[in-house]
């Protein structure tokens, strides 16, 4: 799942995994639970999560590859921000090789940077079961409360405008270039990322039936 931040990568991955059955691999999720647990992977990324950069490939492409290993990955999985860099698209492919799998597509979320800001600044995130939602445009029944499970909402740090911006640069000099990188290898589908969250899934959803036949994304 390509996109910059604030492009609905999160939340699309999530339902796209409960439809399929298959888990979500987010590094922004792996890297926020590693900090809040303060492990040795947590501390080196913290300041780059803080300042709103990019963590070093190597530390990333270990904990995808570490995850990508689990047993509920077997049958397949939606990455989810990641691969970020060109370095880590190669690792990426090369650990797949290794593995005789294989990218079945790669799914662009188009969204301008005006939404982008503002889908960011309102955005509310569950502590305890990672549920999204947004003060304005999806707001939860009860005050920083989650609709799903209770847990209590907060805004992430590096969602303050000024990272925002850090950010949406990081993706435009480091990630955007992975949209050609893919168009070359015929994986890319570029979907239109604004609307409802509904609305974006079922345009994944009917992008998806093209590779049935192909590879069973079930
Ligand atoms: P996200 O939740 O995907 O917006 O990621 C939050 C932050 O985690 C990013 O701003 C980066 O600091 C870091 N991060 C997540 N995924 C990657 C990645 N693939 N490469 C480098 N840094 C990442």
Redo the contacts with the bound molecule.
């Keep these: 799942m390509l996109g910059p ?1 604030g492009a609905g ?2 939340t699309q991955a999530r339902l796209l995994a409960q439809r399929l059955g298959i888990p979500q691999i ?4 792996i ?1 926020r639970e590693a900090v809040r647990k303060g492990t040795p992977a947590g501390l080196e ?1 913290r300041g ?2 803080q300042r ?4 070093p ?1 190597e530390l ?1 492409v270990r904990i995808v590859n570490e995850r990508m290993a689990e047993p509920d990955a077997a049958k397949g999985f939606i990455l ?6 060109y370095a ?1 698209a190669r690792a990426l492919e090369e650990s797949l090789a290794a593995k005789g799998q294989r990218l079945s597509m790669v799914i662009a979320l188009d969204v301008d940077e005006e939404t982008v800001v503002k889908r960011i600044s309102g955005r509310l995130v569950c502590r305890q079961c990672g549920a999204m939602f947004h003060a304005l445009y999806d707001p939860p029944r009860n005050d920083n409360l989650c609709d799903k499970c209770n847990g209590s909402l907060y805004q992430r740090d ?1 969602d303050k405008e000024e990272t925002v911006r850090r ?1 949406l640069q990081q993706y435009r000099e480091e990630t955007r270039p992975l949209m050609d990188f893919y168009a070359n290898k015929a994986l890319l589908v570029r979907i239109d990322g604004t609307g409802a969250v509904e609305e974006v899934k079922e345009r994944i959803l009917k992008a998806l039936e093209t590779l049935d036949g192909q590879n069973d994304p079930a």
């Design positions: 931040p990568k999160g987010s590094t922004g999720d890297l990324a780059y999560m709103g950069l990019l963590v490939d990333v989810d921000g990641f691969p970020r860099t880590q590096d950010r």
